[in-house]
């Protein structure tokens, strides 16, 4: 049974930082792609950031220049450090990974149940 499990979520002022830490457990051959998404009141789902296995790195426009992602491959965990967060960034952050649990077998998308992050004064 594949879990991921995010933590750092909280309440923090305007120009603040936060970093969010998502690891994966279970029975774990290898992980793919790896990212975080937020869901905000009344909005859809949105992709944060992304990264893949060898380090490559996408994010949203929004947060270009404020956030960061990046990955510890051997603790198979993923961070988004948070940095000048504005009230816009407030809402859940989940975690997504596509994991393979066995040799030869295809990737299956796996959901964090999220944390939330509020940005106010």
């Known amino acids: 049974q594949v879990q991921l499990v995010e933590s750092g979520g909280g309440l923090v002022q305007p120009g603040g930082s936060l970093r969010l830490s998502c690891a994966a457990s279970g029975s774990i051959f290898s992980i793919n792609t790896m990212g975080w998404y937020r869901q905000a009141p009344g909005k859809q789902r949105e992709l944060v950031a992304a990264i893949t296995s060898g380090g490559s790195t996408n994010s949203a426009d929004s947060v270009k220049g404020r956030f960061t992602i990046s990955r510890d491959n051997a603790k198979n965990t993923v961070y988004l450090q948070m940095n000048s967060l504005k009230p816009e960034d407030t809402a859940v952050y989940y975690c997504?990974?596509?994991?393979?649990?066995?040799?030869?077998?295809?990737?299956?998308?796996?959901w964090g149940k999220g944390t939330l992050v509020t940005v106010s004064s």
């Open positions: 997504k990974a596509d994991i393979i649990v066995a040799a030869y077998d295809y990737g299956m998308v796996y």
